[in-house]
């Protein structure tokens, strides 16, 4: 039975002080959590307030984004190796919001990927349907193309060290979750895309679920066969949700559909 891995992406919320109180009241809650990894992914300010506070806990960190370049003039941009110095452990590359908002194509998204990876980081790549797209019954050449642009440039081996989060958009920050049936049938297609390259590398890899993912979803959806986990936006926000969607992590392995 894989592990299951519970990450938040804050997006650009939170202050010092909202931090500090979250991870106070989170660490402990998520405290020898059996078979459940948490993360947290936080804006660039605040790393190295998350490696001072998290260093001594079972969380992990990372950013939200990355440049694929190594250093340069790309001003207001933040390097892979910049997010090392910090301890970060994830980065996430290609969530819809940077798609959609700054336009980053899948050749970009790709050298992120790339970039996050030569630097050591685990890159979670996030994959997902429009509305539109959806209702044109075209998800999966959408999520085919998108994995099948960073399986093109970076090979499939860098999988082994990376996450994929397969995300609808039209679930992200709506509170309309895909149902277990859409999310299943999705995780098991992108496996079985990566299967077909590398049987053994797509049997352990981790596939997250996204999109409005909560409490009272979580562990039906975390136990679904190739549903690993879940990347958590907006309920990432309270310890208090976000710890019971880390607990339903472990009772999905409790109810053990995997
Ligand atoms: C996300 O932004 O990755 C996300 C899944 O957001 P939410 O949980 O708020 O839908």
């Known amino acids: 039975m894989r592990t299951k891995l519970v990450v938040g992406n804050w997006k650009m919320n939170g202050s010092l002080a909202e931090n500090e109180a979250l991870l ?21 300010p605040y790393l190295a307030q998350l490696r001072a506070l998290l ?24 390097a892979a190796s910049m997010l090392v110095e910090f301890g970060c452990r994830f980065v996430i590359v290609g969530h819809s919001e940077r798609r959609a908002l700054y ?16 630097a050591g980081l685990t890159p979670i790549l ?13 998800t999966e050449q959408v999520v085919a193309r998108q994995l099948d642009a960073v399986i093109s440039k970076a090979g499939i081996e860098a999988f082994a060290k990376a996450v994929v989060a397969y995300e609808p958009v039209w679930a992200i920050g709506t509170g309309q979750t895909a149902t277990p049936q859409q999310a299943q049938d999705v995780h098991s297609f992108i496996r079985n ?8 590398l797509a049997e352990q890899l981790f596939i997250l679920y996204g999109g409005s993912m909560k409490s009272g979803n979580a562990a039906q959806l975390l136990s679904l066969p190739d549903v ?31």
Request: net charge negative.
């Open 103 to 118: 336009k980053e194509d899948d050749n970009v998204v790709a050298e992120k990927f790339i970039a996050a990876q030569s």
């Open 24 to 44: 106070k009241a989170l660490a402990p809650q998520v405290r020898e959590l059996p078979g459940v990894a948490v993360a947290v992914c936080a804006p660039f």
């Open 193 to 200: 895309r990566l299967k077909s390259h590398n049987l053994s």
């Open 228 to 258: 690993d986990g879940g990347l958590v936006g907006g309920a990432s926000l309270s310890a208090q949700e976000f710890a019971e969607i880390c607990r339903g992590g472990v009772l999905s392995r409790i109810s053990g559909a995997r």
């Open 55 to 78: 260093r001594d806990t079972e969380i992990s960190w990372g950013a939200q984004n990355l440049n694929h370049n190594r250093n340069g003039a790309y001003t207001g941009e933040v």
């Open 126 to 138: 996030c994959v997902g349907e429009t509305l539109e797209e959806r209702q044109s019954e075209i």
